[in-house]
């Protein structure tokens, strides 16, 4: 279950997955036509290079659950708590790669994060374990970065 709305002047839609991502997705013309905004329960095809890089998302169907205005999704509002490495921040947005948790069992293959930082000037330095909280704020990730110690983790 996502959240689609329109982007204006844009052929592509804007989906935000319950608390992780805020992506752009293609759909064909009759699923792009009378979108309303809120949320769908959906279909999407992966579109990868040739060494498994995930380059795109295409929308292949799309069921409305309820309309939601965008920045206005019914219920709790879409959060993310991730665990990663501080790769450092550049004009505002923090970039972190998150890794697997501290039993080391993976729960995805890492990938890296980007999110508009609430305070830059308090970033930590980069190469250090973090913890990013934040939550979905009109299509993207808003959110902060505290540093953590490995003595500091459960």
């Known amino acids: 279950m996502v959240h689609l709305s329109p982007i204006p002047g844009a052929v592509s839609l804007r989906l935000e997955g319950q608390g992780l991502f805020s992506k752009r997705v293609r759909a064909p013309r009759g699923l792009r036509e ?5 949320l769908y329960r ?7 290079d040739g060494e498994g890089f995930l380059t795109g998302l295409h929308l292949a169907h799309r069921e409305l659950l309820s309309p939601a205005p ?3 999704v019914p219920g709790e509002p879409l959060r993310f708590l991730l665990l990663g490495e501080w790769l450092g921040a550049w004009a505002g947005l923090g970039r972190v790669r998150v890794v697997p948790g501290p039993k080391g069992e993976p729960e995805t293959w890492p990938f890296v994060l980007r999110f508009l930082l609430r305070r830059p000037h308090l970033a930590p330095a980069p ?6 909280l934040g939550r979905v704020e009109r299509g993207r990730l808003v959110g902060e970065a505290f ?7 459960p």
């Open 34 to 38: 009378g979108l309303v905004p809120g």
């Open 42 to 48: 959906v279909v999407l095809h992966p579109r990868t």
């Open 70 to 72: 965008v920045g206005e």
């Open 127 to 132: 190469g250090g374990l973090v913890l990013a």
């Open 147 to 153: 540093p953590l110690t490995p003595r500091a983790l």
